[in-house]
């Protein structure tokens, strides 16, 4: 995989002082036209508002266990 790479760079920079020198000549044909693609898109309507109810909460209680340090000293 390394001699591929090391090949590869040699042979882009050859090409790239032959470009340099005159020896290759790379010009473009047509312009090149790029032009984004439109897009429309619709979502649901949201509507946001308040409204006051009543709501019933559970009481919630809790116990505390035995002191151990105590239960262990006996």
Known sequence: MRAFLVLLGIVLLLAAGAMAM???SIDQTRPAVVQ???????GPKVS???????VEVPTVSV????????????
């Open 63 to 74: 116990e505390k266990p035995a002191d151990t340090a105590q239960t262990n000293a006996q």
């Open 22 to 24: 005159g020896w290759i």
């Open 48 to 54: 946001v508002g308040t409204t006051q109810r009543t």
């Open 36 to 42: 984004a693609p439109s897009f429309r898109a619709e």
